[in-house]
């Protein structure tokens, strides 16, 4: 069985760009997360979907960061504008549904902002 | 707010036993759980403890007590290959799941 795919695995772009992520999750799994992790520090939540439905975004900086999920299985984060702050590992993960304790992990987009 | 505390960094030798603690300022949650993360890979799925006391999975062991707002991994006979960081996870309401700092450990020969 696939694990969750993120793509790129990595990329390099120019502050005031934009930029997009794409995690296809495992088949099946209802829950969906994004998180951010810097160097050194433990992933924090971006976004949480159950289905198609943002549940919990409010750590999402909606000024400048989108995301969706069509149909309820691949989602999509967005920056636009990008900055150098936003430099860092951006991770999806999925599980099951909500009864469901082990989240599985893409390996994660790096993004460097220059 | 939840609050997850970790040790930043933690080293030991091969083949000992090392303990590696989270203590958490929170409630309502529905369980702890842990994840190992080799430098430039992706967070991967340890244990869970849902109720008090010791979950045991191979070299590996999780501990947890709700009354002292305290839970802990135990990685016995270690190996080169454990040297990673190490993140507790609280498992809150609806599927939540917020991360600790994490612990680097190194193992040495």
């Known amino acids: 069985e696939a694990g969750v795919v993120q793509s790129p695995r990595y990329k390099i772009i120019e502050k005031k760009q934009p930029v997009a992520f794409w995690c296809n999750p495992i088949s099946g799994h209802n829950t969906l997360y994004w998180y951010l992790q810097n160097l050194g520090q433990g992933p924090e939540l971006l976004i949480r979907y159950e289905n198609e439905e943002a549940v919990d975004d409010s750590q999402l900086p909606k000024d400048r960061f989108s995301a969706e999920r069509l149909k309820g299985v691949d989602s999509t984060l967005k920056i636009q504008p990008a900055e150098l702050g936003d430099s860092a590992v951006y991770l999806c993960a999925s599980s099951l549904d909500g009864t469901n304790t082990e989240a599985f992990f893409g390996q994660g987009t790096r993004l460097t902002v220059v | 707010g939840q609050s997850l505390e970790q040790p930043s960094e933690v080293t030991a030798v091969e083949g000992a036993i090392v303990q590696i603690n989270c203590t958490y300022q929170?409630?309502?949650?529905?369980?702890l759980s842990w994840y190992q993360q080799h430098d430039g890979g992706a967070p991967t799925f340890l244990s869970y403890n849902g109720l008090d006391g010791l979950e045991e999975t191979g070299r590996f062991s999780s501990f947890l007590s709700r009354s002292d707002s305290y839970g802990y991994l135990l990685l016995q006979e270690l190996q080169m290959k454990d040297s990673a960081s190490y993140f507790c996870a609280v498992m809150w309401e609806g599927n939540m799941l917020t991360f600790g700092g994490g612990t680097r450990l190194m193992v040495k020969p």
């Open positions: 929170t409630s309502g949650f529905y369980g």
